[in-house]
């Protein structure tokens, strides 16, 4: 039987995301639910009362209270949310993006920085089996394409599709490849209100790589997928269904180096092999954990060890600039329904 003293948690926000987050601490053996807060109180009694904590329409009371904190407010609000937990050298969970603007992005990591907190951001489509699949292979992406779609939820409204839902994929495509984004390319359109609602963006990395994300949140039906092309496999993954395919090299495939060598340059005249005896084709597996609580284990994991988080407030500022680099493109081409 464990020993180790449970984290005193609170989860400020219990809107779509925020009551997950109470339910997941009121069920890991690491951490106590402590308090419950939301600016509706009649609402953070009814999930404190579940959960067995304390609710509050205030964080001033809590912050002596707990050891860490998950931020599920509106995004306008994250900075000032997160900031005196900060200061108060709490460790806090941020809830995807980091923050609505770069500067407040560059202010959230200053103060984490400056205060030695982790922060961690609730990027947590990493913790999704098919990405965490994706980087146990340690491929190196030549290129990525990845589409998300869905019908329009009318809960991000303050923000356009790159911010609400394709930072997921910049965030990914960002920790896949590991290198500076040297060019954005983007167009998109407005179509609900004034923020971009269908989005595609073409990023360029120092490296070559290239990665092509879609987003809209205009669509009939939900979609979430990834595909990665690398010299050493093809990678084809459903986010939402939590399946996928790798194709690698076989052994057999050195019939083309030979056909090469021997200087038979039109590969037509191979038209009666069967390509699939070239390639080695693996269904993949993937467990059945739950993305969020997989993220707040691993949350709970860093701020016991004072450790760098899996995703940490620097990848999530990283992951805002790109976002931001993509509207700006979008903004410049001015793409306008007649």
Known sequence: MSTVTPLRAAVVGVGHMGRHHVR????????????????????????????????????EPVIDQVDLVSIAVPTVAHLQTAKPFIEAGKAVLIEKPLAGNVEEGRRIVDLAEKHGV?????????????????????IRPRFIESQRV???????????????MMIHDIDIVLSLTGQPVAQVEAVGVSVLGPHEDIANARLTFA????????????????????????????LSLDYQKKTGVAIKKDANLDVLKIAREQNLENLAQ?????????????????????PLRAELLAFV????????????????LDAVETADRIVR??????????
Not at 214 to 229: D, H, M, P, Q, Y
Not at 301 to 311: L, Q
């Open 207 to 234: 490296d070559g790589c290239v990665a092509n994300l879609t987003g809209s949140r205009l669509a009939l039906k939900t979609e979430r997928r990834i595909r990665v092309f690398s010299e050493q496999a093809y």
């Open 24 to 59: 997941i601490y009121s069920e890991l053996a690491e951490t106590k639910l402590v308090a419950v807060v939301d600016a509706n109180l009649e609402r953070a009694n009814e999930y404190a009362r579940k959960f067995a904590a304390q609710a509050f329409a205030d964080i």
């Open 150 to 164: 869905s019908p329009f939820t009318f809960r991000s409204a303050d923000v356009g599709v790159v911010m609400d």
């Open 329 to 338: 493109s979008i903004k410049e081409h001015n793409w306008k329904l007649s």
């Open 270 to 290: 191979l038209a009666g092999g069967d390509y699939s005896k070239l390639v080695k084709i693996e269904p993949l597996s993937f467990t059945d954990e739950e």
């Open 118 to 138: 982790v922060v961690q951001v609730g990027h947590t489509e990493r913790f999704n089996p098919v990405v965490r699949a994706i980087n146990k292979m340690g």
């Open 301 to 316: 994991e860093a701020v016991r060890t004072n450790s760098r988080p899996v995703v940490s407030a620097r990848d999530g």
